[in-house]
């Protein structure tokens, strides 16, 4: 099995950043593919971005061309690399790894995007 843990979330201006890192521990020899969903408040959990073993991204169109999702696979982390954050962005966001039977997700890490 394998254990997430993001960090990097927090309160930030519109217009401003933020990098989201999510570390991956325990049986990381068996994922595939990693990404982030986020959960709005009153809202359902969505897919923002997935980046394959190899490096290839795909994104979400309510974050193509702001959100940069990359991995590092020697240190076993994802990352969301966010800019032009605006108040839609506010959310707790997930990272995930799979694993060939299983997605794996991580604990959360809030984002609020609010002058």
């Known amino acids: 099995q394998v254990q997430l843990v993001e960090s990097g979330g927090g309160l930030v201006q519109p217009g401003g950043s933020l990098r989201l890192s999510c570390a991956a521990s325990?049986?990381?020899?068996?994922?595939?593919?990693m990404g982030w969903y986020r959960q709005a408040p009153g809202k359902q959990r969505e897919w923002v971005a997935t980046v394959a073993y190899e490096g290839r991204t795909i994104y979400a169109g309510s974050v193509k061309g702001r959100f940069t999702i990359s991995r590092d696979n020697a240190k076993n982390t994802v990352y969301l690399q966010m800019i032009s954050l605006t108040p839609e962005d506010t959310a707790v966001y997930y990272c995930?790894?799979?694993?060939?039977?299983?997605?794996?997700w991580g604990q959360g890490t809030q984002v609020t995007v609010s002058s």
């Open positions: 325990g049986s990381v020899s068996s994922i595939t593919a």
């Open positions: 995930t790894a799979d694993e060939r039977l299983r997605r794996n």
